[in-house]
Nanobody, 117 residues
Framework: QVQLVESGGGLVQAGGSLRLSCSAS????????MGWYRQAPGKERELVAR????????NYADSVKGRFTISTDSAKNTVYLQMNSLQLEDTAVYYC??????????WGQGTQVTVSS
C-alpha cells in the first residue's frame, strides 16, 4: 500500500508557472513509475508525464512537451511537475499516479490547476 499526498495546485495567469508535488509513503520500495494525469471538465483523464524510477526514462504528452518537466527527489519518494508557459487548456484536476509492483495503480486525491486569461 502506498499513500500519496499532492500539493501545489492553484490559480495562475496564462504564461505563468506552477510546480506540483506528490509525496509517497508506505511501500515506496515497490514503486517503479511515478507520474501525473489530468482531467478537464467533460474530458477523459489523460497522461501528462511519467518517470521510471529505476531507469529514469520519462514520457510526456505532446501537448506539454517543452513546457512541463517531471522529476523526483533523491529519495525517489516525491515526484514533481514543473509547469511553465501555462495555457488555458492546461486547466484541469491533476492527479498523481504511482505504479507499484506488480502492476497496481495508486492515485492521489487530485489538485486543481486553473489557468486564467
Amino acid at each position: 500500500q502506498v499513500q500519496l499526498v499532492e500539493s501545489g495546485g492553484g490559480l495562475v495567469q496564462a504564461g505563468g508557472s506552477l510546480r506540483l508535488s506528490c509525496s509517497a509513503s508506505g511501500r515506496i520500495n515497490s514503486i517503479y513509475t511515478m507520474g501525473w494525469y489530468r482531467q478537464a471538465p467533460g474530458k477523459e483523464r489523460e497522461l501528462v508525464a511519467r518517470i521510471n524510477i529505476r531507469g529514469g526514462g520519462t514520457n510526456y504528452a505532446d501537448s506539454v512537451k517543452g513546457r512541463f518537466t517531471i522529476s523526483t527527489d533523491s529519495a525517489k519518494n516525491t515526484v514533481y511537475l514543473q509547469m511553465n508557459s501555462l495555457q488555458l487548456e492546461d486547466t484541469a484536476v491533476y492527479y498523481c499516479n504511482v505504479i507499484t509492483f506488480p502492476a497496481k495503480a495508486n492515485w492521489g486525491q487530485g489538485t486543481q490547476v486553473t489557468v486564467s486569461s
